[in-house]
C-alpha cells in the first residue's frame, strides 16, 4: 500500500488500464462489426461482378442463354477445389470456363479460361500476376496479343509436343528478356486442357449439379 | 492557440513533410508511385486515416493512461485502416485493386502513429484534425509529384486511367504527353522510385537553401554566414 501522502491515482492502477485496454477492444470489435455489416453485400457484388467480367472474356454472349455465376461445378483437382462455370445453351452445356494457375517468375499467375463442348479453347485471359512490367507482362490482353494465340486450339487440332515455346520446340512465341512467363502459361493452359478431357463427362453433364448450390 | 494554425499547415505541407523532410512513409511512397492516379488514391487514403485517428486520439488522449497508450493507438489505427479497406473494396473497387495489399499497410505507416504520439496526443481536437490533414496532404504531394516523375518519363502519359479509379469527373486529368513513346522501364520498377525520389529531395533542399538564404539577406544580421553553415 502506498501512503496516505501519496496516493496511486486510479489512472496508474493495473485495473483501470486492463480495463482501459479491454474497453478499446471492445470498441474496435465493434467498430468493425458495423463496418463489415454494411459493406458486405457490396463487396460480394464487386466480386461477383470481377468474376463475371473475367468470364465473359472467355465465353462469349452468343454461347449462353443462363447465368454464367449460377450453379458453378465444384470439382477436385490435385486436391482442390475448382469452381467450373457452365454456359448452357437450351439446356445443353455450350462451353465451361475455369481458372488455372501457372507458377510464374515471380509468383503465381492466375488465368481463367474458357473452353467449348467439343475442348476447344474459346479464350484464355490472364487475371492476376505479378510479372516484371515491360517484359512479363505481354501476357496481359492490354499489352499485347500474345495470349489470343490459344484461341481455338485443342488437343486434336494440336499435338502435345507443340504445347511449349518455340525455344522449347512448340508453337507459342517467348517474349525477348522473359521465358519464364510465357512458359508457365502454356503449362498452366495445357493443364487446364487435359482437366478437361479428364472430367469431360461431369463437366458436360447438365444433370450434374454442384452441391454447393 | 490560432495563431499556430499557419504554422501546423506550413509544417505538414512543406517545413516537416512527411516525406521530403522527416524520410518517413517511405515503404508505400515508393510501392504505389507507378503512376500520379495510384499516388492520389494512395495519399487520400492515408490522409483519411490520418485525420481520423488524430480526431480519435485528441479526443480520447484525457482516459487514455500513459503506460498503455501505444497499445491503444495501435488498435484505434488498425480498425480505422480496416473500415477504410473495406470502404475501398465496396466504393471504390478499382482503386482497392490496385492499391490492395497497400490499403491494410496504411496501419503500419508510422507518419499515423507518430503523428497520433508526437501531436495529437498532446493537442486538442481541432488543431490535431488539422496537423492529420496537412500532413496527409502532404505526404499526398509527395505521393502525386513521383508518380507524376515516374510517369512521364516512364510511360509518358499522366494521370492514366484517372476516371476509372475517382470517377469520370476526373476524366480531364488523363493526358498522354508523349505520344508513342516505347516506355522506359527503369522508371517504372522500384528502382526509378529510388532516383526520382533523390531528385526530388535534391531539389527542395536546393529551394529551401535559396529560400533560407534570401530571408537571411533581407534580415541583414552579423550572424547569417554562421547560419547557413551550421545548417548546411
Known sequence: MTSAAEPTPYRNRISYQAGLLGGFATLAAALLAVGDFSTRDSIAERRADDIRASLSQVIPDRLHDNNLLQAPLTLTREGRPVLVYRATQQGQVSAVAYPVNGKGYSGTISIMMGVSAEGEIIGVRVLAHTETPGLGDKIEEKKGDWIFSFNGLSFDNTPDPQWAVKKDGGRFDQFSGATITPRAVVKAVKEGLQFFQAHRQELLDVGNRSESQ | ?232
Open chain 2, 1 to 232: 492557440m490560432s495563431a499556430n494554425y499557419r504554422a501546423i499547415a506550413r509544417d505538414g505541407l512543406w517545413d516537416k513533410n512527411i516525406t521530403f523532410a522527416q524520410m518517413l512513409a517511405l515503404c508505400p511512397l515508393l510501392a504505389v508511385t507507378g503512376t500520379a492516379t495510384n499516388g492520389l488514391g494512395m495519399g487520400l487514403a492515408t490522409t483519411a486515416v490520418l485525420v481520423a485517428s488524430n480526431l480519435l486520439v485528441a479526443s480520447l488522449r484525457g482516459i487514455i493512461s500513459e503506460q498503455v497508450r501505444i497499445p491503444v493507438f495501435v488498435v484505434l489505427i488498425a480498425s480505422l485502416v480496416t473500415l477504410v479497406d473495406m470502404a475501398l473494396n465496396a466504393w471504390l473497387h478499382e482503386l482497392y485493386k490496385v492499391l490492395g495489399l497497400f490499403i491494410a499497410l496504411i496501419v503500419v505507416n508510422c507518419a499515423v502513429l507518430g503523428r497520433a504520439e508526437s501531436f495529437a496526443s498532446r493537442n486538442e481536437v481541432i488543431p490535431s484534425m488539422l496537423d492529420g490533414l496537412a500532413i496527409g496532404l502532404g505526404f499526398t504531394l509527395a505521393l502525386v509529384m513521383l508518380g507524376m516523375v515516374r510517369e512521364i518519363l516512364g510511360s509518358g502519359t499522366l494521370f492514366a486511367d484517372a476516371s476509372l479509379l475517382l470517377g469520370d469527373a476526373f476524366a480531364f486529368l488523363e493526358m498522354t504527353l508523349i505520344p508513342d513513346y516505347k516506355g522506359f522501364l527503369l522508371m517504372i520498377l522500384p528502382p526509378g522510385g529510388f532516383l526520382a525520389m533523390g531528385f526530388l529531395l535534391a531539389g527542395k533542399r536546393i529551394l529551401d537553401g535559396r529560400l533560407k538564404k534570401r530571408a537571411t539577406e533581407n534580415l541583414e544580421t552579423g550572424e547569417a554566414p554562421a547560419n547557413t553553415a551550421t545548417a548546411t
